[in-house]
């Protein structure tokens, strides 16, 4: 997915150096980064030959600033980063929790508040020296925002041991990563009917989970297919939620599905692909 670039805002944008902290065995790297912080944190205590495990970015941002999602709506883009491992580590995606629709000005962004955790899965090799230093380097960059956007980078380092093989105990943001996975979007129950109109308007998203629902939220993945500051209206029914939503502007072709996020009232979220209908 091609992220949006525009960053239509109030203000200079700030330049901000490189910041860097390497972590002593065992420890945890941080850096205070334009209005908040980020941390390269680990569930385990230790690394365990051919075990995947988890690894995160927390960040933790002054109030009233945010950064975003995978698709950020209407300006900004998401923190992306590099991976600096040992010979046979492997990193999989960034895993993104249920964002929040942020009012800013005319604008309405994709994003998160407050603290946040982005994990990524880490797969060992077969083979490890026990008792040997495993150090996972990360060069992280991110844009911040509230009336302006602030770029950040930090390369941070994470240095854990290897084991001989018998996961040991779990480590203090064991808490944090419950709270991850928990706001992670969950596919789709296969009983649900979900399907979506459009006309030269608007999206007519229709939704079938068997019960009623009172209402609910769309965060699309693909950029430029909504107005993101449009508010989005919910019918419920009794078995399940309308919700239309005014198409972008942007949007020159009608693409063959829409995909994304719907979030229940409850704040689960759940990712699915309705097929589109054209209405002529």
């Known amino acids: ?30 850096a205070s980064g334009p209005h908040g912080a980020v941390d390269l944190v680990s569930e385990q205590t230790s690394v365990q030959p051919a075990r995947p495990f988890w690894v995160g970015l927390r960040f933790q941002l002054e109030q009233g600033w945010h950064i975003y999602w995978t698709n950020p709506g209407d300006s900004g883009e998401p923190p992306r980063v ?19 629709r942020i009012e800013d ?17 880490i797969s060992p090799p077969a083979k490890l020296a026990a ?37 040991g105990p779990a480590s203090p943001m064991h808490p944090l990563f419950a709270k991850a996975r928990a706001d992670l979007p969950r596919p789709a129950p296969k009983s649900w009917k979900v399907s979506a109109n459009l006309d030269k308007y608007r999206f007519v998203l229709n939704v079938d989970t068997g019960i ?18 449009a508010p989005q209206k919910a019918s419920p029914s009794s078995r399940g939620v309308r919700l239309e939503m005014e198409k972008s502007d942007q949007l020159l072709k009608a693409p063959p599905r829409l995909t994304g996020v719907l979030v ?6 759940y990712v699915i692909e309705a097929p589109i209908v054209a209405s002529k």
């Open 82 to 100: 590099k991976w600096g491992l040992p010979a046979g580590f492997q990193a999989g995606p960034l895993h993104w929790p249920v964002p929040r």
């Open 105 to 121: 000005h005319s604008l309405i962004d994709y994003g998160y508040q407050g603290e946040v955790l982005l994990p990524a899965e």
């Open 264 to 269: 229940l009232p409850a704040g689960q979220g």
């Open 131 to 167: 008792g040997a230093d495993v150090q996972l380097n990360a060069t992280v960059s991110w844009l911040v925002c509230r009336e302006i956007c602030v770029p950040g980078r930090a390369a941070l380092a994470l240095t854990l041991p290897t084991g001989n093989g018998t996961p």
């Open 212 to 229: 009623r629902e009172t209402g609910a939220t769309f965060f699309p993945l693909e950029p430029n297919q909504i107005e993101n500051a």
């Open 1 to 30: 997915m091609k992220p949006n670039h525009g960053f239509r805002r109030k203000g200079a944008l700030l330049l901000v150096p490189l910041l860097s902290l390497w972590a002593a065995p065992g420890k945890v790297a941080g």
